[in-house]
């Protein structure tokens, strides 16, 4: 059973709360054998729509691409258009003897939200063939205009490793939704992390397996 997860979370560019235990060394990222790919997986709605993912130069992380992935309420938008769900499949090849965490996540998209509707993301990663039992929100209430980001922190004193003996795909879900609560239906609404600025980096906690 996967442990929850306990996160200190910074919304819109303010730090992180610091940690205050120790953390284990880590090992430092293989310089090669290490690649990434969208699998595709019919069970998951934003498959084909764009999403896309690659490395950094130096393996330290990754960042996912969502492609065509907002909501909207109001004005012309399409009345089911104001909740979404969007799963990626990630199958991420690594050298012999490694393995590797994450617990260190960088979000970003935009919004436009009119006075009395609030928009949330919802947010949750794990290795396939896992249970998990926690996830993320983040919420936003208008009147709001451009860009956001948050970056969350785990438990780096005890991350979960994908397994040392077998392939695991590392799977990521969100969902988001917009509110209208007292607004005037005829203005939009939106939140996106499907846009140009809209992207989600994953830094890597590398290990070395058992011998």
Same mark, same amino acid.
């Given at each position: 059973?996967?442990?929850?997860?306990?996160?200190?979370? @910074? @919304?819109?560019?303010?730090? $992180?709360?610091?940690?205050?235990?120790?953390?284990? $060394?880590?090992?430092?990222?293989?310089?090669?054998?290490?690649?990434?790919?969208?699998?595709?997986?019919?069970?998951?709605? *934003?498959?084909?729509?764009?999403? @896309?993912?690659?490395?950094?130069?130096?393996?330290?992380?990754?960042?996912?691409?969502?492609?065509?992935?907002?909501?909207?309420?109001?004005?012309?938008?399409?009345?089911?258009?104001?909740?979404?769900? *969007?799963?990626?499949?990630?199958?991420?090849?690594?050298?012999?003897?490694?393995?590797?965490?994450?617990?260190?996540?960088? /979000?970003?998209? !935009? $919004?436009?939200?009119?006075?009395?509707?609030? @928009? !949330?993301?919802?947010? /949750?990663?794990?290795?396939?063939?896992?249970?998990?039992?926690?996830?993320?929100?983040?919420?936003?209430?208008?009147?709001?205009?451009?860009?956001?980001?948050?970056?969350?922190?785990?438990?780096? =004193?005890?991350?979960?490793? =994908?397994? *040392?003996?077998?392939?695991?795909?590392?799977?990521?879900? =969100?969902?988001?939704?917009?509110?209208?609560?007292? !607004?005037?239906?005829?203005?939009?609404?939106?939140?996106?992390?499907?846009?140009?600025?809209?992207?989600?980096?994953?830094?890597?906690?590398?290990? /070395?397996?058992?011998?």
């Amino acid at each position: 059973m996967m442990n929850t997860r306990r996160m200190a979370i @910074a @919304a819109l560019g303010i730090a $992180a709360l610091p940690l205050v235990t120790a953390v284990p $060394a880590f090992a430092i990222p293989p310089p090669d054998d290490v690649s990434i790919e969208v699998v595709k997986d019919g069970r998951y709605p *934003c498959m084909g729509k764009g999403a @896309a993912a690659g490395l950094s130069d130096d393996h330290t992380s990754f960042t996912v691409y969502f492609g065509d992935f907002s909501v909207s309420t109001g004005g012309d938008a399409p009345p089911n258009d104001w909740r979404k769900n *969007c799963g990626i499949r990630l199958r991420i090849e690594i050298p012999a003897g490694y393995t590797y965490a994450v617990e260190e996540v960088d /979000h970003q998209g !935009s $919004a436009g939200l009119q006075a009395g509707v609030s @928009a !949330s993301k919802k947010t /949750h990663f794990y290795f396939d063939g896992f249970i998990l039992d926690s996830f993320l929100t983040h919420t936003l209430k208008g009147p709001y205009e451009g860009a956001w980001t948050y970056h969350e922190i785990g438990n780096l =004193k005890d991350p979960l490793y =994908k397994p *040392c003996d077998r392939q695991r795909d590392f799977m990521i879900t =969100k969902e988001l939704r917009v509110i209208r609560e007292v !607004s005037d239906p005829s203005k939009m609404s939106y939140m996106s992390i499907g846009s140009r600025e809209g992207s989600t980096r994953y830094h890597f906690l590398w290990k /070395h397996c058992p011998a």
